[in-house]
T-cell receptor
């Protein structure tokens, strides 16, 4: 069965530091992969998606993620954290085995210290 | 452009009262529609999804039900709310299921007291 593991329920970085949020997935077929961001009391906003084109995907707000099939990973990075990046981030996978329904990870809350 | 509307934004209801949350999508036809719940400190739980009018699939047995009376309208209901129904409810839509991702509404914060 498909699953998504997000390592670290909370990640804390200093403003200006590298952001790295980890996501590993399990899928026996080529997956579609997504990162979403959620600010308090708001819905989820799509940051970026991998749909079998380029393995390095650039998204909004300076975020990017790299699909690594050999590691079954899709980690989210940003070179320099901004205070406005503080939010919860969700990784998700879909494939033909899940009838293309999105399977979400448990989320990682990013804290940005001034 | 496509938009998704969800209301109300917040709701406080007593235990045992009924519930009706509504979600509508504009600017597209025949969307796939989804209801998710986020309980405090927990992830996203898919409750229901629908691929067409009157077609509802339930992912988790519970005190809730869903209906799709029109192509772009999705309603989440309960006859009698429980304390455990408290949470943040999110509606979402997609085309071709999850291939391009989902677009989420702004959510409803439900507190059952």
């Amino acid at each position: 069965a498909q699953s998504v593991t997000q390592l670290g329920s909370h990640v804390s970085v200093s403003e200006g530091a590298l952001v790295l949020l980890r996501c590993n997935y399990s899928s026996s077929v080529p997956p579609y992969l997504f990162w979403y961001v959620q600010y308090p009391n708001q819905g989820l906003q799509l940051l970026l998606k991998y749909t079998s084109a380029a393995t390095l995907v650039k998204g909004i707000n300076g975020f990017e993620a790299e699909f690594k099939k050999s590691e079954t990973s899709f980690h989210l990075t940003k070179p320099s954290a901004h205070m406005s990046d503080a939010a919860e981030y969700f990784c998700a996978v879909s494939d033909v085995d899940s009838s293309y329904k999105l399977i979400f990870g448990s989320g990682t809350r990013l804290l940005v210290r001034p | 452009s496509q938009t998704i509307h969800q209301w109300p934004a917040t709701l406080v209801q007593p235990v045992g009262s009924p519930l009706s949350l509504e979600c509508t999508v504009e600017g597209t036809s025949n969307p796939n529609l989804y209801w998710y719940r986020q309980a405090a400190g927990r992830g996203l739980q898919l409750l229901f999804y629908s691929v067409g009018i009157g077609q509802i699939s339930s992912e988790v047995p519970q005190n809730l039900s869903a209906s799709r009376p029109q192509d772009r309208q999705f309603i989440l209901s309960s006859k009698k709310l429980l304390l455990s129904d408290s949470g943040f409810y999110l509606c979402a839509w997609s085309v071709q299921q999850g291939i391009y991702g989902y677009t989420f509404g702004s959510g409803t914060r439900l507190t059952v007291v």
